[in-house]
């Protein structure tokens, strides 16, 4: 271990662990005066460092590629940047200003964005559900949305890697979609009472339910302690039981050569006069530096993609960059995800356990009948105090009513929808006129809801109510909220309404790649996470092949 350039004894560092912004093999510094590759001309660049990103460094440095990941927020250290705390752990979602607008503004925040070496996956639940086959064909199937140009059958060897790499836990016999286990890691034992009240009212009304898939480890693996269930899995997991790309792909990509610089914002991408990228502009400390790259990919949040694209307009982009189709910033879609509260007799204890650990997907395939199309997913979903208490407040909650609820928190049981949402071009991020500390404009989101996303709400709502009452329950709440932003640079065939091709390829620039959930076409309705790791590795392969540097898929030769 070195710090600041200089091993310590026993190789720790003499005082506690700060933030540094540059790491390679066997280096850290708080400065980037010893770049590693600050002078040369990488063969990849990869701007942003979540699920995405830390799959692709690990894949491209490991195939022998020199790899600059370049992050905008620090590199965290679990232990001693992540605490039991809510309010505190709020830092590692994205908090910087946007502007939200339309008939439905998102709150942006934690709920849809991570800053910092890890991204979302410091504090997401750990669910990590696979897309079902009619997600990447809603227009051919149901006559909404659009097709992608991947078939499920694609991305199928990508999900079985990634749940290997990262050893996913899971039920023996998963009900729904192709894939119905078993899982590397068996499922997770005991579950909480939120998720036991769930399966009781499931099995109650005859819907099918299971435990969930999760990317915790519930058995010693690759240096990481079981999941003990604390339950604070979206505070940041101190022990490590729970994959992030910052415990797992990141330092071994760092250990296969790559340089990771975090506190880093990337404002430009630049262009030579062929239409090419030559690599990218960012800025630490106040200070403008560049990083030379034969290929760029952007693997930053979906708000921060199409702004940087939009923001590296030229005479040649004059729309900007990638945006010959006008798609970028087009088609952005949260997953609706609100959240239904009942009040029980017995003790529940929202706060115990980790927060997901029973899933039904029943209405995930559209129903005719229901009265709109596509569907959703459903899950047991636990809540710490604040969250409870912002929840209600925010829903309207006030008062003396406020108090009676939160004084009897721990009766209440949880369900919370993840439902799909409709690409719609007039949900779309765009540039403003106000700029940020960095120079660039900031960012406009706006958003609204259409009638089949509204219809879908109402339904799910109902069902999750209908569970919690024949577990038990009297359904006192239900808080309306959003997860999981996707879309604003949706990949497919044609390059005159997308922007990316199948292969996250940029059409318009060859040498530059989109590998994130901006790509998704359509949102589908399930955790996004697993999706957008299979495509990453799968990005990473045609990259590589490419560069002529594949020899069999990558995925099986390193499950090897």
């Avoid at 286990?181 to 009781?200: C, H, K, V």
């Avoid at 240096?223 to 269930?229: A, E």
């Avoid at 952005?332 to 009942?342: F, L, N, Q, V």
């Avoid at 719609?424 to 500390?437: H, I, P, Y």
Wanted: charged share 20%.
């Amino acid at each position: 271990m070195r710090d600041n350039g200089k091993l310590t004894g026993r190789g720790y560092p003499a005082a506690p662990v700060g933030h540094h912004c540059d790491h390679y093999a066997g280096h850290r510094f708080p400065h980037l005066r010893n770049r590693k590759y600050g002078r040369d001309e990488v063969d990849v660049c990869i701007v942003g460092a979540g699920a995405a990103g830390g799959v692709l460094a690990y894949i491209l440095s490991r195939a022998g590629l020199s790899v600059v990941v370049i992050e905008a927020g620090p590199f965290w250290d679990p232990a001693t940047d992540f605490a039991s705390d809510e309010l505190e752990m709020t830092k590692l979602g994205w908090q910087d200003t946007r502007l939200v607008s339309g008939s439905d503004p998102l709150t942006m925040g934690k709920n849809n964005s991570g800053r910092g070496v890890g991204g979302g996956t410091t504090h997401f639940t750990g669910v990590f559900l696979r897309f079902h086959e009619s997600d990447f064909m809603t227009y051919t199937v149901d006559g909404v949305g659009v097709d992608w140009p991947l078939r499920y059958e694609d991305l199928a060897p990508y999900y079985d890697w990634v749940e290997r790499d990262i050893r996913v836990s899971g039920p023996r016999h998963f009900p729904w979609g192709p894939f119905r286990g078993p899982y590397p890691f068996p499922e997770r034992d005991p579950l909480s009472a939120n998720a036991n009240a769930f399966r009781r009212g499931c099995e109650a009304l005859g819907i099918r339910s299971t435990v969930t898939p999760l990317a915790i480890v519930n058995a010693p693996f690759d240096g990481r302690p079981p999941c003990i269930n604390r339950g604070f899995c979206n505070q940041g997991c101190m022990p490590n039981s729970k994959f992030s790309t910052l415990i797992h792909h990141i330092p071994k990509a760092i250990a296969a050569g790559a340089e990771v610089l975090s506190d880093c914002m990337v404002t430009q991408i630049e262009v030579n006069g062929q239409g090419r990228v030559t690599g990218v502009v960012f800025r630490h400390d106040g200070q403008e530096h560049r990083q030379k790259a034969r290929y760029v990919i952007l693997s930053n949040f979906v708000v921060e993609t199409p702004r940087l694209l939009l923001q590296s307009a030229s005479s040649l982009f004059p729309d900007g960059l990638a945006n010959s189709s006008g798609m970028v910033g087009k088609c952005i879609m949260p997953h609706s995800s609100h959240d239904m509260y009942a009040l029980f007799d017995e003790e529940i204890r929202l706060y115990k356990g980790t927060p997901v650990l029973a899933t039904t997907q029943d209405f995930y395939e559209t129903d005719r009948q229901r009265g709109f199309a596509r569907g959703y997913t459903l899950h047991a979903h636990g809540a710490r105090p604040v969250e409870f208490a912002k929840g209600l407040a925010g829903a309207g909650v006030w008062g003396s009513e406020l108090r009676a609820a939160l004084r009897d928190y721990n009766f209440y049981a949880r369900v919370t929808l993840v439902g799909e949402v409709l690409p719609n071009e007039a949900n779309c991020v765009t540039l403003s006129d106000e700029r940020d500390e960095h120079g660039m404009q900031r960012a406009v989101v706006s958003f609204s809801y259409g009638p089949n996303d509204n219809a879908l709400i109402q339904h799910a709502v109902a069902k999750g109510n209908e569970i919690l009452a024949a577990a038990g329950g009297k359904p006192r709440y239900v808080v309306p909220d959003t997860a999981h932003l996707m879309g604003g640079c949706r990949m497919g065939k044609d390059p005159e309404t997308s922007v990316v091709d199948a292969d996250s390829r940029c059409h318009d620039v060859p040498n530059l790649y989109i590998c994130s959930a901006a790509v998704f076409p359509t949102s589908g309705g399930a955790n996004p996470t697993n999706t957008v790791m299979a495509i990453a590795a799968r990005t990473a392969d045609r990259l590589l092949e490419r560069l002529g540097r594949l020899e069999g898929m990558v995925t099986e030769a390193m499950a090897r």
